[in-house]
């Protein structure tokens, strides 16, 4: 029985962003513990998707931190940011559209500084003759974090395997759709 409120949120995320009305009782059910010890730990629905969204953000907090510091080539700091996709995936798919994250103190802030840092990343990615140019930055990590909620949710739905979804997105990220 899970009763760690990370492992229970790892849980919790991608049900809520497959159904948004999901109850308590499936999350709970999800997270592979009952609903009093789901309440237990976010004593309403509205604390649940509130440590959700700081969850995520920390996730991606993270993930940029590392590829900021890292002085590898760009290629190898973007592939490595894009193998740990999912937190982009879920701050569009999550925080930027669940109502009850309004209520995090500084979630639209936060939000906001990770796409900045997303679209700094990309900049360096153009600066070094990675990534292309003609495109505005911030195209690139709209791009980038769109493509990351499509492949997390089809790894969801089980249309891509999840040792896909990076791959898929460094494609087209990298060399786009044409042929």
């Not at 969204?53 to 080539?73: F, Y």
Request: charged share 20%.
């Amino acid at each position: 029985m899970r009763t760690d409120a990370t492992e229970v949120l790892d849980a919790a995320i991608p049900v809520l962003a497959k159904d948004r009305g999901a109850s308590m009782q499936a999350i709970a059910a999800s997270a592979g513990i009952s609903r009093a010890t789901l309440t237990r730990l976010f004593p309403t629905r509205q604390n649940l998707v509130q440590a959700m969204a700081v969850k995520i953000l920390d996730d991606c907090d993270r993930a940029l931190a590392h590829a900021e510091k890292d002085t590898s080539p760009i290629e190898q700091v973007l592939t490595a940011m894009v193998a740990d996709y999912r937190p982009f995936a879920q701050l569009w798919n999550l925080v930027y559209v669940e109502p009850d994250v309004l209520g995090v103190p500084d979630a639209s802030d936060r939000a906001e500084a990770v796409f900045r840092r997303t679209v700094t990343l990309m900049q360096r990615g153009q600066d070094l003759g990675l990534l292309r140019k003609d495109m505005p930055a911030t195209w690139l990590a709209s791009t980038f974090c769109g493509l990351a909620e499509t492949a997390w949710e089809l790894t969801l739905e089980g249309h891509m395997g999840s040792r896909q979804a990076p791959d898929f997105i460094t494609a087209i990220l990298l060399h786009g759709a044409g042929a």
